[in-house]
Structure formats: structure tokens, C-alpha cells
């Protein structure tokens, strides 16, 4: 079949949303596919139009920046030509233009399976309000027009307000989630840098929604209970998040404050994935909103028999819950965070047990076949 797929980052954009584009991209054309991925040419050295891992990426050039979105004139050419030539259309919400998209499938009679990755809460401000609920009421007509609506989890399904009322053709599919290998010398490396007796570590944007700054300030709490063992609170990710450079600020303030405790590694290559997390000790998922529907680290952490600390959000405290491989605690708890840091590290063998199962449940297999058979109508 001929596939398209909408999404506004592509690679080599850094995000969970992204990441899952890329993968279920990536394994359709694989599956003898002929996929087509129309996105924002968010950086201007990027390529309008390349073949990557047998994707045909399009990438359309912005004209405006708004908030975390983009405004393209040529998007919408794009976006005709596309839809005409498919067969069915991927779209990955929240993605506010996507209703156009929705009113072409409607137009052309094309089928539109809608992959709802997370409800938007953007950082504050007045202007930030108006936009999210523009996208709201934009993504509810994408929503309407669809055939079809996947989310990650049931768990989320059931708490997102904007899914209320599509229940009826809403289903639950664990995401595609990379196992990582470790390789050696990365490994060594990546120790060599961090020179920490008891290592914390988190993986994601520096964005507001992912809670990092509660990590951060629950350092001294960690460090008194693990002394005189040094902690070392490891950070690895892509450095410059979209439109929130006044929180990332504010985070880089927290890292002088803290300094002696905390590594920050930066954006890692794949190389280097196995082994950043085979160097922890715990893994900490502090997300404070519904922005986070699942958190796709804490499972490539758990497939390295590494404990996770998760928020209880929905969605988020499924790879837990499941697994037993750590522990919950409130959103924006510092001493939360701290008390379930310590105690896996008092208990490693308690919270190391669900290996096996995390591999079982969330099966790549399992997740690659319902997806091509719900994008392709077979579902």
C-alpha cells in the first residue's frame, strides 16, 4: 500500500513522539510499504527531500515559528499531493493542521488512522492559552474524521479529556521501543565521564513538561541517605528545547547550584544508548503533566534490568505497574522522588525481577503487526 504519514518533527528532531514516527515509519516500508513522511523542515540545513532507511521524507520549508508549531505555506501543497497518491494517512496528533488533512481524507475518501501521542500543555503564559485550545478543538475534528484512533495506553485513553466521546473506535497499542545494545568502549567512556559511586539518571528534553528540575532538587536528600557514597545525577539529551529557552534557564541555574553532583552528557548516539543506561543505578522519570503519555526511556531502561522511578500519570505508571521494576510516586514530589531513589537502591534485587516480562509485554513484534494491520484497514 501507499502510506502517508504527518508528523511536525522528523528525524533528526529528538523527542518521544518523533522516535515513534521514525520506527513505525521505518518498519512499514520494511514490511513492503511504500511510505511517504511529509514534516517541517525544522533546520534549514536540512534536506526538502531525501530517502532515509527506505522512507521518502518531504520536508516543507516554515515560515513561521509559533510557540512549539510552525506555520508552511508549502506544507499545504505537500500535504494535497500526498494524500492523493496514498492509499491511507498516519497522522500523529497533537498536530492542530492535521484537520486539513482529515477534511482531504473525507474529500478523496481516503482511509485516516489518527496515532494520539499526547494531549498539549504548553509552558505559561496568556498567548500559550489561546494556542492550546485552538489545537484542542482542531484536534477534536481530526479526531471525529478519523477511522481510527490509537493511543498508547488504555490507561491514558480513559483520562485524556480530548479522547472522551471516541471510545467506540479508540484502541490501546504499546508503542515500538528499541532494546539497546552496549557496547563495550562506549560503555568505559561513558563511566569515565560520570565518576559516580551511586548513579541517577534521566534521558528526554530539557521541556517543562518532563519535571527535571524535581530531580535535580532532590539531590541533597539522595546524597544524605547514600553518603559518604558520591551521587552523581546524569542528564542525556538533546540540549535546546523548542520554545521553552526561559525554563531551560532556569535548569541550567539548578545544574550550577548542583554542580558537583550532576553530569551532563548531552545528545547521545545511538552507539552510546545501551551503555548510558547500563551505567545507572536508577532511572527517574519526574514528568509533572498529561504532555508525557508513556515515557518509552523507562522501558528501554527496564529491558537493561535498570529500576525506573515514574510519575503517576496516566500512561506513565503503565511500565511500572506492569513490570514491578520500580516505583511511583506523585507528580512534583521531591521527597517522593528521593525516598523511592533510595529505596531501590537499598532493595536493587526487588525491583530488577520483571526483566523478562517487560521483554514479554512490551514485544516490538506484537506492536508492528497491529499497527500496519489498523493503518491499512485490516482492523
Known amino acids: 500500500m501507499k502510506l502517508l504519514v504527518s508528523v511536525t518533527y522528523y528525524q533528526p528532531y529528538i523527542s518521544g513522539l518523533t522516535h515513534t514516527a521514525v520506527i513505525l515509519a521505518e518498519d512499514l516500508a520494511k514490511r513492503g510499504h511504500c511510505v511517504r513522511v511529509i514534516t517541517i523542515k525544522h533546520l534549514p540545513d536540512l534536506k526538502s527531500h531525501e530517502d532515509i532507511s527506505g522512507v521518502e521524507i518531504v520536508r516543507a520549508k516554515p515560515l513561521i515559528q509559533i510557540s512549539k508549531g510552525w506555520i508552511s505555506r508549502e506544507w499545504f ?5 500526498g494524500v ?3 492509499d491511507a494517512v498516519l497522522v500523529h496528533l497533537p498536530q492542530p493542521e492535521a484537520v486539513f488533512i482529515a477534511l482531504l481524507c473525507k474529500l478523496f475518501r481516503k482511509r485516516l488512522v489518527v496515532l494520539y501521542q499526547c494531549d498539549i500543555h504548553l509552558p505559561p503564559g496568556f498567548f500559550n492559552r489561546i494556542i492550546e485550545f485552538t489545537a484542542y478543538r482542531l484536534n477534536l475534528w481530526t479526531l471525529g474524521w478519523s477511522n481510527k484512533i490509537i493511543v498508547s495506553s488504555q490507561d491514558y485513553a480513559k483520562y485524556s479529556p480530548t479522547l472522551k466521546g471516541f471510545e467506540d473506535k479508540t484502541e490501546g497499542v504499546f508503542l515500538p521501543i528499541k532494546r539497546w545494545k552496549i557496547n563495550k568502549s562506549n560503555l568505559e567512556k561513558i563511566k569515565g565521564k560520570i565518576r559516580g559511586e551511586v548513579v541517577v539518571g534521566f534521558i528526554g528534553r530539557m521541556a517543562k513538561d518532563k519535571g527535571i528540575e524535581n530531580l535535580l532538587e532532590a539531590i541533597p536528600l539522595i546524597q544524605k541517605q547514600v553518603f559518604p557514597k558520591k551521587l552523581k545525577v546524569v542528564i542525556a539529551g538533546p540540549p535546546d528545547p523548542v520554545g ?6 532556569m535548569l541550567v541555574d539548578l545544574i ?5 553532583n550532576v553530569v551532563v552528557l548531552g545528545r547521545l548516539a545511538d552507539a552510546e544508548m545501551g551503555g548510558f ?5 536508577v532511572l527517574v522519570l519526574p514528568s509533572t503533566d498529561s504532555t ?3 515515557g518509552l526511556v523507562q522501558v528501554e531502561a527496564m529491558f537493561l534490568g535498570i529500576p525506573v522511578v515514574a510519575s503517576d500519570l496516566p500512561g ?17 514530589d521531591i521527597q517522593g522522588i528521593a ?9 536493587p534485587k526487588r525491583y530488577k525481577r520483571g526483566v523478562k516480562k517487560a521483554i514479554k509485554v512490551f514485544s516490538n513484534e506484537n506492536s508492528f503487526s497491529v499497527f500496519e494491520e489498523m493503518v491499512c484497514g485490516l482492523r
Open 339 to 347: 525516598g523511592a531513589v533510595v529505596e531501590i537502591l537499598s532493595n
Open 256 to 260: 550550577r547550584k548542583y554542580k558537583d
Open 77 to 81: 501543497g505537500k500535504i494535497i499531493s
Open 244 to 249: 521553552e529557552n526561559s525554563y531551560k534557564e
Open 277 to 281: 543506561y547500563k551505567c545507572l543505578d
Open 84 to 86: 492523493k497518491w496514498c
Open 316 to 332: 506513565v505508571r503503565v511500565p511500572v505497574k506492569t513490570t514491578g521494576m520500580g516505583i511511583i510516586v506523585k507528580p512534583r
Open 292 to 294: 508525557e503519555a508513556f
